[in-house]
C-alpha cells in the first residue's frame, strides 16, 4: 500500500482540560532521534494503519467505510502502544487494566485479542477526523497519507508512559505554548504538525474544535511549492481551516 498511494497512516490530538480553566492541553511525543520519520521531532501519537487494523475493521463496519474505520482503529492502538492510554474502548478501564492491556497488545501487536481479553469494545465514533495530509512528493523515498483525528480525554488525572522504541518524551502542552517553545528552538515541529498546531491554537475547548471540524470538513491537504520574491516557499490550500497557510522553504523540517 505504499509507492504511488502513499504509506496509510493515523494520529490522534488527545485533549484534556487546561488548567484553571485555561486553553486545552494537547498530548505530544518527542520522537527518538534514531527513527527515519520525524527522529527528534514533537509529534501526535500516530502510526501506519495495519493488516490487523484493517481485519478488525471489517467486524466494526461491515457495512460501513470499512478504511476510514481501520485508520480510526490504527489511531486508538497507536495511542494505548505509545502513550498507556485508552481511547476509543467501552469496558471497565482504570489505570492497572490499561497497563494490563498496552502490554498484552506490544506481545500480540494487534488490538483484537486485547479487546477480547479485557472484555471491551470498540467505539470509533470516539475519535473524529479533522484533517488528512498526503505530500504526494515522488523525490522523497515514502510518503505517508496521514489522517489526523480529534479525541477528549476530559480530566487530567491520567497515567501515561513513553514507549522507549520509538519515542523518548510525552508531555501535555497547549497549542500555544508548543509554538512558543518550538520559536525559541526547544521544540523541533515538522511542517504538518506546526501547521495543525496553529489551528488547534484558536480553539478554547474541545467543543469548539468540533465546530470547526463541521465548519471546515475535513479534505486532503496537498502541499505544493512557490517561488516568491527569489525565495522557496512550502504551502498550503486556502480554505480549509488553517490560519497560516506558507512558510519558507529555508531552515524548513520537513520530517523527512
Known amino acids: 500500500m505504499a509507492g504511488q498511494d502513499g504509506i496509510p497512516a493515523a494520529t490522534v490530538v488527545i485533549f484534556r482540560h ?3 480553566g485555561g486553553p486545552p492541553e494537547l498530548l505530544m511525543v518527542t ?3 534514531s527513527m527515519s520519520f520525524a527522529g527528534g521531532a514533537a509529534v501526535f501519537p500516530g502510526g501506519r494503519v495495519d493488516e490487523a487494523d484493517r481485519r478488525l475493521a471489517e467486524t466494526v463496519s461491515p457495512a460501513g467505510d470499512t478504511d476510514e474505520a481501520a485508520h480510526r482503529i490504527a489511531a486508538i492502538r497507536e495511542t494505548l502502544e505509545e502513550t498507556g492510554l485508552v481511547i476509543g474502548m467501552v469496558g471497565e478501564v482504570d489505570a492497572g487494566r ?3 492491556a498496552r502490554e498484552l497488545l506490544l506481545a500480540r501487536g494487534e488490538l483484537a485479542p486485547v479487546l477480547e481479553a479485557m472484555g471491551w469494545t470498540l467505539d470509533i465514533a470516539a475519535v473524529t477526523l479533522f484533517s488528512r495530509w498526503y505530500p ?3 523525490k522523497l523515498p515514502r510518503v505517508f497519507d496521514t489522517r489526523f483525528y480529534l479525541a477528549d480525554l476530559g480530566t487530567g488525572a491520567v497515567d501515561i508512559a513513553v514507549d522507549e522504541t520509538e519515542n523518548t518524551r510525552l508531555f501535555w502542552t497547549t497549542a500555544q505554548n508548543a509554538l512558543d517553545r518550538a520559536n525559541r528552538g526547544e521544540l523541533v515541529l515538522i511542517f504538518p504538525t506546526r501547521r495543525n498546531l496553529e489551528r ?4 478554547g475547548d474541545f467543543a469548539a474544535a468540533l465546530r470547526d471540524c463541521e465548519a471546515h470538513p475535513p479534505r486532503t491537504i496537498t502541499p505544493f511549492f ?3 520574491d527569489g525565495e522557496g516557499w512550502i504551502c498550503i490550500p486556502d480554505a480549509a481551516g488553517y490560519p497560516v497557510t506558507a512558510e519558507k522553504l529555508k531552515g524548513l523540517n520537513r520530517g523527512q
Request: glycine content about 10%.
Open 18 to 20: 487546561g488548567r484553571d
Open 31 to 33: 520522537r527518538s532521534r
Open 98 to 100: 490499561a497497563s494490563e
Open 136 to 138: 504526494k512528493n515522488e
Open 200 to 203: 488547534l491554537a484558536g480553539f
Open 226 to 228: 512557490e517561488e516568491r
